[in-house]
């Protein structure tokens, strides 16, 4: 199964030099997507919500900070480890609080609106728009 992710639905982005850390959702599940901020075309490294936990051991997470630097093309030093271990250990609170599932889109266009009145008199009012995904059906 491949992987599917919508960089245009992100929860969180963040600069840290010359990496992102994506907060966004993998398959409907909430990950934390590390890329190379000025290679194009480069791979990604992900760390999902159901494996964080595993980043709470040093061993795992020295391990894992090993390989995330090969997999995103950095130098296989020491400091790069330290500063990939400092992203993933300071995002997962972000990680696991951050909501289920992204906002739907909405279309531009409206349907209508729906308003909520008191003795005559308006409370609030919201315009009907559609989900992107979805659409209107007509027919």
């Known amino acids: 199964m491949g992987a ?10 963040r600069q840290h030099g010359d990496l992102l850390a994506v907060y ?9 997507v ?3 901020a000025y290679r194009k075309g480069s791979a990604w490294y992900i760390v ?6 595993k ?4 061993e ?9 630097a090969e997999v995103l093309g950095m130098e296989p030093s020491p400091n790069n ?31 209508g609106e729906m308003q909520l009145l008191e003795n005559g008199k308006l409370i609030a009012g919201e315009e009907i728009r559609m989900p992107v995904e979805t659409g209107a059906t007509y027919g």
């Open 4 to 13: 599917s992710l919508d960089l245009n639905k992100a929860h969180i982005t």
């Open 24 to 32: 966004t959702w993998v398959n409907d599940e909430r990950a934390l």
């Open 34 to 36: 590390l890329i190379p």
């Open 48 to 53: 999902c919500e159901s494996a964080a936990w």
């Open 55 to 58: 980043y709470d051991n040093p």
């Open 60 to 68: 795992y997470l020295a391990r894992q900070c090993r390989k995330a």
């Open 81 to 111: 480890w330290f500063k990939l271990a400092n992203i993933i250990i300071e995002g997962l609170p972000d990680l696991i609080e951050m909501p289920s599932e992204s906002e739907a889109l909405l279309s531009r266009a409206t349907y």
